[in-house]
């Protein structure tokens, strides 16, 4: 059986007469990576400084590593790693000295504050600027210590939020492996992120969060496979071959001058091999095809009538 790392029941929230959490149910399971979507003012951040305790629901209960939110609070903060959206590191300060910061903070040991910096360090490819003012960083090297300094208490449940904005392609890269490299270790990781493409590369469950409400939960696949749309474009050298295969599949060939035919399918291999299958008993031969397949993008426009999140900079 698995446990869960994280679970919420009717949480709700309001500042004001403005409900920004309006009963949320939610359980994420040990070890795994869940992405937490939604336009901007959705309750993404209210619902995060819930789980880390630094605000209260009105009602509902949350756990956190098996600790209550409310009642067992000191618990919740030495489970999690928080990792903000701006970072937390002091330019004053090196690289080094910022985790030693943060290990006293944790009330480690010396020798012990010594040795965990010491291999974040290594493990974040940071030894070589452990010693360097952290005003020289690059912005993925301040990703990186930053996430590292999160790190110092060890532990089980991490809320990443919007962990590579800003950063460039390589570094973001990077910042996914490392991500993947704690979830490894059964490391909890809460993401909200900008960037659709980096929760369906991470994210082993994702929720949209829209209005205070969760519209949609799954895994990236199966909130995808919800939405219409996916087809198979088939490329062609000349007119006659197309207008061959828009016989042969049954289908209108559109825009011939474009010389590609798009066939509805969900993607799957069996339903590609039966359009292939068909053009090549009717001996039409394709000159390439794509498959194109709903994206999160689309998932997203679909439940909340929006085309992407944005950058949430409110509540």
Same mark, same amino acid.
């Given at each position: 059986?698995?446990?869960?790392?994280?679970?919420?029941?009717?949480?709700?929230?309001?500042?004001?007469?403005?409900?920004?959490?309006?009963?949320?149910?939610?359980?994420?399971?040990?070890?795994?990576?869940? %992405?937490?979507?939604?336009?901007?003012?959705?309750?993404?951040?209210?619902?995060?400084?819930?789980? %880390? @305790?630094?605000?209260?629901?009105?009602?509902?209960?949350?756990?956190?590593?098996?600790?209550?939110?409310?009642?067992?609070?000191?618990?919740?903060?030495?489970?999690?790693?928080?990792?903000?959206?701006?970072?937390?590191?002091?330019?004053?300060?090196?690289?080094?000295?910022?985790?030693? /910061?943060?290990?006293?903070?944790?009330?480690?040991?010396?020798?012990?504050?010594?040795?965990?910096?010491?291999?974040?360090?290594?493990?974040?490819?940071?030894?070589?600027?452990?010693?360097?003012?952290?005003?020289?960083?690059?912005?993925?090297?301040?990703?990186?210590?930053?996430?590292?300094?999160?790190?110092?208490?060890?532990?089980?449940?991490?809320?990443?939020?919007?962990?590579? @904005?800003?950063?460039?392609?390589?570094?973001?890269?990077?910042?996914?492996?490392?991500?993947?490299?704690?979830?490894?270790?059964?490391?909890?990781?809460?993401?909200? @992120?900008?960037?659709? #493409?980096?929760?369906?590369?991470?994210?082993?469950?994702?929720?949209?969060? #829209?209005?205070?409400?969760?519209?949609?939960?799954?895994?990236?696949?199966?909130?995808?496979?919800?939405?219409?749309?996916?087809?198979?474009?088939?490329?062609?050298?000349?007119?006659?071959?197309?207008?061959?295969?828009?016989?042969? /599949?049954?289908?209108?060939?559109?825009?011939?001058?474009?010389?590609?035919?798009?066939?509805? %399918?969900?993607?799957?291999?069996?339903?590609?091999?039966?359009?292939? #299958?068909? /053009?090549?008993?009717?001996?039409?031969?394709?000159?390439?095809?794509?498959?194109?397949?709903?994206?999160?993008?689309?998932?997203?426009?679909?439940?909340?009538?929006?085309?992407?999140?944005?950058?949430?900079? @409110?509540?």
């Amino acid at each position: 059986m698995t446990h869960a790392a994280i679970e919420v029941t009717g949480l709700r929230r309001s500042f004001g007469t403005q409900v920004v959490l309006d009963g949320i149910d939610l359980r994420i399971t040990e070890g795994t990576i869940f %992405s937490l979507l939604g336009p901007n003012g959705a309750g993404k951040t209210t619902l995060v400084q819930i789980l %880390s @305790t630094l605000i209260r629901a009105d009602s509902g209960t949350a756990r956190v590593a098996g600790h209550d939110v409310v009642r067992d609070a000191d618990r919740v903060r030495a489970a999690i790693g928080v990792t903000g959206q701006f970072s937390a590191v002091d330019n004053f300060l090196t690289g080094e000295e910022n985790l030693l /910061l943060m290990a006293d903070l944790n009330h480690l040991g010396r020798a012990e504050g010594r040795r965990r910096a010491a291999d974040l360090l290594d493990r974040f490819d940071l030894a070589d600027a452990a010693r360097k003012g952290a005003v020289t960083y690059s912005g993925g090297m301040r990703r990186k210590l930053d996430l590292a300094m999160g790190l110092m208490g060890d532990p089980r449940v991490i809320f990443l939020d919007e962990p590579t @904005t800003g950063l460039d392609p390589r570094s973001r890269r990077d910042m996914w492996q490392i991500v993947r490299d704690l979830v490894a270790t059964g490391v909890t990781v809460f993401l909200t @992120t900008q960037y659709l #493409d980096e929760a369906d590369h991470l994210a082993d469950r994702i929720a949209l969060l #829209d209005h205070g409400r969760l519209v949609a939960e799954g895994t990236p696949a199966e909130l995808k496979s919800r939405i219409p749309g996916g087809h198979v474009e088939l490329r062609f050298a000349d007119d006659d071959a197309l207008v061959d295969a828009a016989v042969a /599949l049954d289908v209108d060939p559109g825009d011939a001058r474009e010389l590609v035919l798009r066939v509805p %399918s969900d993607g799957s291999v069996r339903s590609l091999k039966a359009v292939l #299958d068909r /053009l090549d008993a009717a001996a039409v031969e394709v000159d390439g095809l794509t498959v194109r397949t709903p994206d999160l993008d689309d998932v997203f426009f679909a439940v909340t009538g929006k085309a992407r999140p944005e950058l949430e900079t @409110t509540r």
